[in-house]
């Protein structure tokens, strides 16, 4: 038997993962809450039982991936190569087994580019620009020898957005198989 709470639980990822689908394919502005709680077979009442608007759904799933990018780069000082390559397996293993992952991945790089939704989005954003806090792990890399010379920023950019890419097509392709780790971590390998 399912407790209160675990219903409870079900139902609000229920509306998060509804709300997902539409935000990735029709946009934050182009989805209202009634086609949220229409899509998710519940009243719109009952919807905001659970969130009180569609900006607290779309926050909430920013925080969500928000947390799937608090990466440890002290740890990654250490050893850079591994590291990385230890996250892009990870990443890669989200991607294959969940949609949810891949979509999560549309959604945090559209909320990078809509700053006029949500402060609080913003505010959490800012503090998780990838591709600026790969820079010192690109330095060490380049300094032990195990990464390419060039432009930590630039070679940061490109092992990111090769991610980022990989994950829309998946999002939109799931049956496509997915990359080795190899070939993404060769991006940055010497």
């Known amino acids: 038997m399912v407790s209160k709470q675990e219903q ?45 608007s569609k900006q607290h759904i779309y926050e909430e799933l920013i925080m969500i991936g928000c947390q799937r990018m608090d990466i440890d780069f002290a740890a990654a000082m250490k050893q850079p190569l591994p590291f990385l390559q230890a996250l892009v397996e990870e990443l890669l293993s989200m991607l294959e087994q969940s949609t949810f992952s891949a979509k ?18 913003n505010k959490l ?11 010192d792990v690109i330095v060490q890399g380049q300094q032990l020898g195990q990464f390419k010379d060039g432009d930590p920023i630039a070679l940061s950019l490109t092992f990111w957005n090769s991610i980022q890419g990989i994950a829309q097509h998946l999002a939109l392709q799931p049956q ?15």
């Open 8 to 52: 409870y639980n079900q139902r609000r990822l229920q509306i998060l993962q509804t709300a997902l689908d539409l935000f990735v394919a029709r946009g934050y502005y182009g989805t209202s809450t009634r086609e949220i709680s229409k899509a998710a077979g519940i009243s719109s009442g009952l919807m905001f039982h659970y969130f009180t």
């Open 104 to 121: 999560m991945f549309i959604l945090m790089e559209n909320a990078f580019f809509q700053r006029d939704i949500s402060e609080k989005v």
């Open 176 to 190: 496509h198989p997915k990359p080795q780790a190899a070939w993404i971590i060769d991006i940055l390998r010497k």
């Open 125 to 135: 954003l800012d503090a998780r620009n990838i591709v600026e806090l790969s820079k």
